[in-house]
C-alpha cells in the first residue's frame, strides 16, 4: 500500500503519473488538438469564476449526494470514457470501476477501452456501470456492442457525437501513437525509465482493444485492428442515427459532445436522459470555448426536458462546485481520474475522487450550503461567470 497522505490535490497526482507512465501514452491523455488552446481553456476558465463566501452559516450535516439519471451519487461526479486507459496503468479499467464503485459514483467504459465490457462486469460482480459508443460504419459490429452492453448489466448508454472526424493532436504524432505502437528507439529508451509500468503490463493479458479484437471478422491482433479502426468512426453521424441507437438500446441514454444551444435543443427533442456539454477535453475542435463557459447557453436551451452535464477542465471540488452552480446537474471527470490511475492503480483513482469530494463538501460550506442539491448562482460573486451567449 502507498502512503498517499502527502497527496493533497489533483496536480500531485498529475506529476507522479507523468514520471511512471510512458511518454506516448502519459502524452495521449494529457494533450489536445493543434494549439491546445481549448484543451487550456477548459481549466483556465474555471480559474476565473468566483466565489461568495458566507459566515455565521450553521455547517452540521453536510452531503454532497445527489442523482444522475435517477441514479444515487455519493457526489454529482462520473468517470469519463477515456480511450487507452488500460496503457495508463495494467489493467486500468478495471481499477478504476472497482474505485468507482466502492465510492458510489458511476464508471464509464470506453468503446476504445483495453479492457472490454465482460472484462468490468467479471471483476465488478456485475455492477452497474455505463458504456460509451461511438457511431461506426459497421452497424452489425455496433448491435453487437449494445448488446453485450446490456448483457453486462450497463444501466446507460453514452453516445459519443463529436469523433465523426479526428481533430490533429501533434503529441501523438510526434511519439508514433499507433495501433499498434511504433517501437522506435526513442519509445523504446523511454519505456526502458518505466520498470514499474512494464511489470504491471508483463503481468497482464490485457493489452490490446478489449471490445473490438475478437469481435470483429478479420481483427484478431493489434496489427489487423488498424486498418479496420482508420475507417471506422462514420462521418455521415446524424439525429437519425441517435433515435437508432436509442430504439435498439432501450434504456438510459445519454449524449456525449453538446456545445451549441441548437443542438441542445435537438437533444432535448430526442427523447434521450441527459446530455454532456462537452468539447472532448480539447482534442477535437481547438478554438472552440471551454465547457464552463458553454454550459449557461446550454442550460438555457435544453430547458426542463433534458438533464445537462458537462466535462473538460474538472480538477478539484471547486469546479465540480461551480458547475453546479451553472445548471449542470453532473459533472464527468477524465484527466483527473487517469492521473491517480497512472500514479498509483486503483488507490490513486479513490485518492482522486476523495481529494474532488472533500474540496466539494468544504467549499460548498463556506459558500453557505449544506446539500448540494441547494446549490445555485448565488454562490458566485456577479460578473466572474459565464452567461448565456449572445447569438445574432
Not at 335 to 340: E, N, V, W
Not at 350 to 355: D, E, P, V, W
Request: glycine share 10%; charged share 25%; aromatic share 6%.
Amino acid at each position: 500500500m502507498a502512503d498517499l497522505s502527502k497527496i493533497t490535490c489533483i496536480e500531485d497526482l498529475r506529476i507522479i503519473a507523468k514520471r511512471r507512465v510512458p511518454r506516448m501514452f502519459y502524452d495521449y491523455a494529457d494533450s489536445g488538438s493543434y494549439t491546445q488552446g481549448t484543451y487550456r481553456a477548459n481549466e483556465e476558465e474555471f480559474q476565473k469564476i468566483k466565489l461568495r463566501q458566507r459566515v455565521a452559516v450553521n455547517m452540521e450535516g453536510r452531503s454532497t449526494r445527489s442523482t444522475m439519471v435517477g441514479q444515487d451519487v455519493a457526489m454529482p461526479v462520473a468517470i469519463a470514457p477515456t480511450g487507452l486507459t488500460g496503457m495508463q496503468h495494467a489493467d486500468g479499467e478495471i481499477l478504476a470501476a472497482k474505485a468507482a464503485k466502492a465510492f458510489g459514483i458511476p464508471f464509464t467504459l470506453s468503446t476504445m477501452s483495453i479492457c472490454s465490457l465482460e472484462d468490468i462486469a467479471q471483476e465488478t460482480d456485475r455492477h452497474p456501470f455505463w458504456f460509451q459508443l461511438y457511431v461506426m460504419r459497421d452497424k452489425g459490429f455496433m448491435e453487437r456492442l449494445i448488446d453485450r452492453a446490456k448483457a453486462a448489466n450497463c444501466s446507460a448508454l453514452q453516445l459519443t457525437l463529436d469523433l465523426q472526424i479526428l481533430g490533429q493532436r501533434h503529441k501523438d504524432i510526434k511519439n508514433g501513437l499507433s495501433t499498434p505502437p511504433k517501437p522506435t528507439l526513442a519509445n523504446m529508451i523511454n519505456l526502458a525509465t518505466k520498470p514499474r509500468w512494464c511489470l504491471g503490463m508483463l503481468g497482464t493479458k490485457r493489452r490490446s482493444f478489449g471490445n473490438i479484437v475478437g469481435h470483429v471478422d478479420g481483427v484478431a491482433d493489434m496489427s489487423s485492428l488498424s486498418s479496420w479502426t482508420a475507417d471506422q468512426f462514420d462521418p455521415s453521424l446524424n439525429w437519425s442515427d441517435v433515435e437508432w441507437i436509442k430504439k435498439r438500446w432501450g434504456g438510459k441514454l445519454i449524449l456525449k459532445g453538446v456545445m451549441d444551444a441548437e443542438d441542445a435543443r435537438l437533444a432535448a427533442q430526442s427523447g434521450a436522459d441527459a446530455l454532456i456539454v462537452s468539447n472532448h477535453g480539447g482534442r477535437q475542435l481547438d478554438g472552440a470555448p471551454s465547457s464552463i463557459e458553454a454550459l449557461p447557453s446550454i442550460v438555457e436551451a435544453a430547458g426542463k426536458d433534458i438533464e445537462v452535464w458537462m466535462d473538460g477542465g474538472i480538477r478539484s471540488g471547486q469546479d465540480v462546485l461551480k458547475a453546479r452552480a451553472l445548471g449542470a446537474q453532473g459533472t464527468l471527470i477524465g484527466r483527473s481520474f487517469l492521473y491517480g490511475l497512472g500514479a498509483f492503480g486503483q488507490e490513486g483513482v479513490t485518492k482522486a475522487l476523495q481529494i474532488i469530494q472533500k474540496e466539494l463538501d468544504i467549499t460548498m460550506a463556506f459558500c453557505g450550503h449544506t446539500d448540494i442539491n441547494r446549490v445555485g448562482k448565488e454562490i458566485l460573486l456577479p460578473g466572474t461567470y459565464p452567461r448565456p451567449f449572445a447569438l445574432a
